[in-house]
């Protein structure tokens, strides 16, 4: 199952675990298994059908583009990290 | 310079169907802007002149805390010449909310009131009211009649009294997001967030030494030569057109349609030639001012900053207070990093603090660590970014306290990076992995450096190194490209070109179709005239709209490949294109040049415009940067000078070496004065004293060495060419690797920016425990 990195704000939802394993093939999936495991995460992740604005997601290390449609696979790493570019 | 260069990886080598051995990349062709610019003929924002034009003026707040409880602007409105007073009322209201504005979001309501302030003025220079008139004395004798009624209130100007529960606030309605819990009472703190990997404790245990360590950086400013600028043409269809100095002319469209209640297809964005951004012009504070006043008057109208309006009221960076703790084994390992970063947001919420977050131990492969950040607001203008925005505090901490482990431990300070430094596979403490990095391929060439050998001859020397980082970013780019009948190729971009990007791209789609980069004719373009580009910001250009012009010429050759199929009477398919030359697969005797193929495009199907949208954020590629300096430090006055500058730097590709050699240069000369001269020095009151590039002291040609530069290839797998941001990256290292020589020339840690002279002859004379002298 794809792991899941619990961002620290976000801990509070898991208990204060840092990853979980949920089930999921695309980056939807994943959340919503992570909202039925650890109900109101969804909503701290996503806005409508979209990601929360500032938010971003890497995909085994590669910030993605496709957003919840981001396929996952079985080994995958999920981040939820801010959306920031620079100077 | 030089260049060193590695093998590519197998990775990159299968993304890439372009040869390594280039014909036009890594060549220093003369800039297509060159001539207009050192002519005088490139336009900028000030130089727009459109008919029955008006002139616009700011009243600015002179307090840094206030309660506006009334703005009369009848007299002003009166004056002869006056067409237009505005406030913020003219804003019109407007339900609150977050809006995502493509690189970031914020609060709508701060979006607003940063450009005209509602209720509260928030800084010395916080926009109060403007006016247009038909000259700009008028425009400035209508300011002098606007009266405001003040209620002034205490400013909060130092970091950490605005964190103290009780300091006085700045909105009452903010209350900290504190690792996701809203804080019961409101606060100056907006955000708390945290980074973690490993069990610090664990580390800690583990450690034969702890380091804990404090430092502080000032406020500083980008120091871009233009002023802001923005004249703005609200027609009688609701059509408005923006002409303006930025970074980013969709990111201007955006959030002006935002401010305005507009559609973005409503506003068009002109954006002029730029001179100098390093972040400070992404935000906007003109344009929508522009707007209102030429609807208001029904005449398009121009606002210009002078340089104090600058200083006081756009975007500086953070100023920082930053806490380091770190363990290490007596043979250099690092085994625990612990950091609390509190950056200064200004006036609004949205310090970059979590990208020092991401940096301050990037270079590095550490086990265990955590991260804080906090994001602080105090009475000074709302920050901005600035060239690796956050890396360069954050760096300060951590790498002079690297340097003192190195003394304690007997290790040279360029191994004790390579004995911890990050690879390929390294997780850093945000969680993300290293693809393919050449840390310590800086480190390597900075070893082999003769600068880093060189005898120190003399008294009151010293050298340091430091390294940073920076991760780089991709996001949205948009190109199209025409082909003309001559063989060029009309490049049209929609990044304003700051750092000479308008080559750089070209010289990426001139490769590809075999053509020399001054066949390709680029120009940027207004939002109106090209596909969607995020900013010039983040070390993206070179990189991802060079992408974009990559796939837009990859769409030329195929249609150029159709092309000759046609004349030939045979499929696409036996068409092949190499170098510029396109043949028949296998009929040796028919080829045809481009420029040929370019002349009979009538012939064979009319125009070929070649296009490409792209979301690149996927494979940006971080870099780093080793910088090594020598220093002298006159024990008696404290001036340090600079005696000798050396930046290594992992390049990607260096599409033209000679804009990249620049660019470390450039953020060498800016991150010096970052560490010895430059910073925001408020009085008691929070009134900046030193407004004025007389006051604010940048470095001069006069301050600085020749910085030499060495350029590492490690090439970036998710580019053909392999190329990395690198314009960032080395503002990172000067004012740690200052810090680290004048130590070894003075004997002195200094941990608080910038050491100037007083603060650097205030350590020398209490080094050994002696007080300064108070005569």
């Avoid at chain 1, 583009?65 to 995958?76: N, T």
């Avoid at chain 2, 975007?315 to 990093?337: C, E, F, L, N, W």
């Avoid at chain 2, 070649?610 to 220093?631: C, E, M, N, P, Y």
């Avoid at chain 2, 100037?756 to 002859?761: Q, S, T, W």
Wanted: charged fraction near 25%.
């Amino acid at each position: 199952m794809p792991t899941v990195f619990i961002p620290a704000q976000l801990q509070s939802f898991t208990g204060g675990a840092r990853k979980v394993e949920v089930k999921g093939k695309t980056l939807r999936e994943v959340i919503e298994a992570l909202d039925a495991a650890f109900p109101g995460l969804r909503d701290r992740l996503v806005e409508g059908d979209r990601l929360r604005p500032g938010l971003a997601v890497a995909i085994d290390s590669v910030i993605c583009s496709a957003g919840l449609r981001q396929a996952v696979r079985k080994d995958s790493e999920v981040h939820f990290i801010p959306a920031i570019s620079g100077g | 310079m030089a260049t060193v260069k590695t093998k590519k990886t197998t990775k990159s080598k299968k993304a890439s169907q372009i040869p390594v051995r280039y014909r036009v990349i890594g060549t220093r062709p003369i800039r297509h802007d060159g001539v207009d610019k050192v002519t005088g003929r490139a336009q900028y924002g000030a130089d727009v002149q459109l008919a029955g034009l008006l002139h616009g003026g700011i009243l600015r707040s002179p307090h840094a805390h206030a309660r506006i409880r009334s703005i009369d602007t009848g007299k002003a409105a009166a004056l002869p010449g006056v067409k237009a007073v505005i406030t913020s009322a003219d804003i019109g209201p407007v339900t609150d909310r977050v809006v995502d504005l493509g690189e970031g979001a914020t609060r709508l309501q701060h979006l607003r009131d940063n450009i005209l302030a509602s209720g509260k003025a928030l800084y010395q220079g916080h926009a109060v009211a403007a006016v247009a008139a038909t000259s700009p004395h008028i425009a400035q004798e209508a300011l002098r009649l606007i009266e405001v009624d003040y209620e002034v209130l205490p400013p909060v100007l130092d970091l950490r009294e605005a964190m103290e529960a009780g300091a006085p606030l700045l909105h009452e309605d903010l209350h900290t997001d504190d690792l996701g819990t809203k804080s019961m009472q409101p606060s100056n703190i907006a955000k708390h967030l945290r980074f973690e990997k490993g069990d610090l404790e664990k580390g800690f245990k583990k450690a034969d030494q702890i380091f804990e360590r404090e430092f502080l950086t000032s406020m500083v400013h980008q120091g871009y030569i233009e002023p802001h600028n923005a004249t703005a043409f609200w027609n009688a269809d609701g059509r408005l057109a923006i002409w303006c100095s930025t970074q980013g002319g969709f990111t201007v469209r955006q959030q002006a349609a935002a401010i305005l209640d507009l559609p973005v297809s409503s506003i068009k964005v002109i954006p002029m030639e730029i001179g100098g951004g390093f972040g400070g012009k992404i935000h906007v504070y003109l344009e929508p001012v522009a707007a209102l006043l030429s609807k208001k008057s029904g005449k398009p109208v121009k606002l210009v900053m002078d340089r104090a309006e600058v200083f006081e009221a756009t975007g500086p960076t953070s100023g920082s207070h930053i806490q380091v703790k770190i363990g290490a084994r007596k043979d250099g390992r690092i085994v625990a990093a612990q950091a609390q970063l509190a950056y200064e947001a200004g006036a609004f919420p949205g310090s970059l603090v979590v990208c020092g977050m991401m940096c301050i131990f990037a270079p590095y492969d550490l086990e265990h660590q955590r991260i804080d950040g906090y994001d602080v607001l105090v009475t000074k203008p709302k920050t901005a970014p600035y060239r690796a925005p956050g890396a360069t505090n954050a760096a300060f901490a951590s790498e002079t306290v690297l340097d003192e482990i190195a003394e304690w431990a007997g290790i040279d300070p360029l191994e004790i990076r390579r004995l911890n430094g990050a690879k390929e596979g390294t997780r850093r403490a945000d969680g993300l992995v290293y693809p393919r990095i050449g840390f310590l391929e800086t480190l390597g060439a900075a070893r082999k450096h003769p600068h880093a050998s060189a005898p120190l001859e003399g008294p009151n020397r010293g050298r340091g190194v430091a390294s940073g980082f920076w991760f780089n970013v991709g996001l949205k780019s948009s190109v199209t490209a025409a082909v003309n009948s001559d063989g060029t190729v009309s490049l049209t971009e929609g990044t304003p070109d700051i750092g000479g990007t308008r080559t750089s791209v070209a010289m990426q789609l001139a490769e590809v179709l075999g053509l020399a980069a001054a066949d390709v004719k680029p120009q940027v373009v207004d939002t109106d005239s090209v596909g969607y580009n995020d900013v010039t910001g983040g070390s993206r250009v070179t990189f991802a709209t060079g992408l974009a012009a990559i796939e837009a010429a990859r769409d030329i050759e195929r249609q150029m490949a159709e092309r000759a199929a046609r004349l030939w009477g045979v499929p696409a398919s036996k068409v092949k294109a190499a170098g510029g030359v396109y043949r028949h697969a296998t009929d040796s005797k028919k080829k045809i040049t481009f420029k040929e193929l370019a002349a009979r495009l009538d012939e064979t199907g009319g125009p070929v415009v070649g296009k490409a949208s792209l979301d690149t954020s996927a494979s940006a590629g971080g870099g780093f940067g080793t910088h090594i300096v020598d220093v002298e430090v006159d024990p008696e006055t404290g001036k340090v000078q600079i005696l000798r500058y050396t930046a290594v730097q992992d390049v990607g590709k260096a599409i033209h070496p000679s804009y990249v050699e620049g660019q470390l240069q450039g953020g060498v000369a800016q991150g010096a004065g970052w560490a010895l001269n430059e910073e925001y020095f408020y009085d008691d009151q929070g009134r900046l004293a030193n407004a004025s590039f007389l006051d604010y002291r940048m470095p001069t040609a006069l301050d600085l060495p020749m910085i030499d530069t060495v350029l590492v290839e490690v090439p970036n797998p998710g580019h053909p060419f392999g190329v990395r941001g690198v314009g960032e990256v080395p503002i990172v290292p000067p004012p740690a690797a200052l810090a680290n020589a004048i130590y070894r020339a003075a004997g002195v840690r200094l941990r608080q920016l910038p050491m100037n002279p007083g603060r650097v002859l205030e350590a020398i004379l209490t080094r050994d425990g002696k007080p300064p002298s108070k005569a």
